[in-house]
């Protein structure tokens, strides 16, 4: 009897062959049979306007001036945000504008400084 690896996203031992794949039949994932699958919880990946990907700590910068709701004057483009924080959700930025204060952004209105 063939020793089939367990299953890489739930553990479940008893996985089979089909094909070049291994899959398992409690989760239903399917992985090839030829490489060593090695499983990344990485979470999820933010990119900025260009499509450079995100870290926290990162420096932004603002490609459009964006109106605030309840602020006298807009963030004006070319703006310089340091220090930035990834969160999950629609605004995918927490960071603190010098001048402004604390603010939630979308990852598609900056680019990487």
């Known amino acids: 009897m063939s020793t089939s690896p367990s299953c ?5 031992e008893y996985t089979y062959e089909e094909g070049s794949e291994f899959v398992c039949p409690d989760c239903g994932h399917r992985w090839s049979a030829v490489a060593p699958v090695a499983v990344a919880e990485e979470g999820f990946v ?4 260009n499509g450079n990907v995100l870290a926290d700590g990162d420096s932004v910068v603002m490609i459009k001036e964006l109106k605030v709701k309840g602020a006298p004057t807009p963030l004006k483009a070319g703006t310089k945000v340091k220090n ?8 995918n930025i927490d960071c603190k504008i ?15 400084a």
């Open 46 to 49: 933010v990119r900025d306007a």
């Open 98 to 112: 010098d001048g402004f204060g604390a603010m939630a952004l979308k990852s598609e209105f900056v680019r990487k």
């Open 84 to 91: 930035i924080r990834l969160v999950d959700g629609d605004h």
């Open 8 to 12: 890489p996203k739930c553990q479940y």
